[in-house]
């Protein structure tokens, strides 16, 4: 129908520009965060990309709902202001053209929605557990920060660099604070070096014009050694990874397990896909109430009715999760009012309802 065809147009148009633009703030603000944790040597500054990469499908979670709620929001406000909603009724058709619009889009978001919640959303978690992971177990050139001394985790060595450029790097600082493996105190200073990997993951570091200040036992003094190339071998270690939190979890593990929080991500996940149908659906409801009443005060209550949508689903979840309440309950419960209240907004203006209404109205007056 060509009616249809036109409002999904508008609606997808103004759907995918929303979607980049909180894609786009929800993105910055994310790297901002891990741009801070590479700048404090929390995490390498080569893994920066990949981790922005993967965090997009948790972003996308529930963004994609509120992507189409405000499309929906937005072009059908639009058409009533500019009466061209009035003119569709006055041409024969009804609210059932909206209707059909909002469920057509909605099946196409609600696609994608539960593609990201139920697979692509625990696959970039646990491969983002499994990049850090590595990159901790293997720092490698990545961990090196130029003009900073850098402290081992066991607290045994201490090492300065002071340039690096890619796999080279320039006056080169290592200190061996305590004994280790009947190594004694030593310091090893270097010009220059670089770095390179071997086919089994492994590091070779070489040195260039340095020397080794050793502390001896024997003898009050330092065993000094000077040569032209040092070459060392950092051993590559594996990290066997499994699927260890909710957020990393497939559907069929949730669903076969009991333990609270698993439940809880089990429903949250459901309601994600949910609410793209039951907010699409009291838009459609809400926003036919006050046509005239103004873009700012007619938006109002309908965002009103989605935040508190996701307050409610998201505190009952974090309270599911700790055994307080029943997921199954609790969560079904509000999606169920919510899908009751959207039918109930959408059927209210029809001709049974206000042949009911007037019923009810006539009996009141006698």
């Known amino acids: ?46 893994l920066v990309l990949s981790l922005l990469g993967l965090g997009l499908p948790e972003l996308a979670q529930l963004i994609l709902p509120l992507s ?16 061209e909603i009035v003119v569709m009724h006055a041409c024969g058709l009804g609210k059932e053209s909206l209707i059909k619009t909002a469920m057509l889009l909605a ?24 990049v850090i992971a590595e990159a901790k177990a293997n720092p ?69 014009t340095s020397a080794c200040y050793e502390s001896t036992v024997l003898l009050r003094g330092f065993r000094i050694t000077s040569f032209v190339d040092y070459e060392a071998i950092i051993g590559h270690q594996s ?38 149908f039951v907010m699409a659906l009291m838009v459609i409801g809400l926003i036919e109430l006050n ?13 009103l009715l989605y935040l508190i949508f996701f307050l409610i689903q998201r505190t009952q979840r974090s309270e599911a999760a700790a055994g307080k309440i029943d997921p199954l309950i609790s969560l079904w419960i509000v999606n169920g009012f919510y899908l009751v209240l959207a039918i109930a907004l959408n059927i209210w203006d029809t001709l049974p309802m206000r042949r009911i209404r007037a019923r009810i109205t006539r009996q009141g007056e006698y």
């Open 68 to 83: 189409l709620f405000l499309a929906l929001l937005m072009t059908l406000t639009k058409l009533y202001n500019e009466s």
């Open 239 to 276: 990290v066997p990874l499994k699927p260890s939190n909710v957020e990393q979890a497939s559907m069929k593990t949730l669903w076969n397990s009991k333990e609270n929080d698993f439940r809880a991500e089990f429903h949250w996940r459901i309601t994600l896909v949910f609410s793209v």
């Open 140 to 208: 490698g050139l990545a961990s090196m920060v130029a003009g900073q001394f850098q402290t081992s985790k066991d607290g045994h060595y201490v090492l300065f660099i002071g340039d690096v450029q890619g796999k080279n790097f320039k006056d080169v600082f290592l200190a061996q604070i305590h004994p280790k493996n009947m190594q004694y105190p030593s310091i090893i200073v270097a010009d220059t070096g670089h770095l390179e990997v071997l086919p089994d993951g492994a590091h070779k570091v070489f040195l260039d």
């Open 1 to 46: 129908m060509i009616i249809i065809r036109y409002l999904v147009r508008e609606t997808l148009k103004s759907q995918i520009a929303i979607l980049c633009i909180l894609l786009l703030i929800f993105f910055c603000q994310k790297m901002v965060r891990i741009l801070g944790a590479a700048v404090e040597g929390e995490m390498p500054t080569n």
């Open 291 to 303: 046509p005239r009443q103004g873009r700012v005060l007619n938006m109002l209550p309908v965002m």
């Open 107 to 130: 099946c196409v978001t609600g696609f994608f929605a539960l593609i990201n919640a139920f697979w692509v959303c625990p696959w970039s978690s646990f491969y983002s557990a499994k």
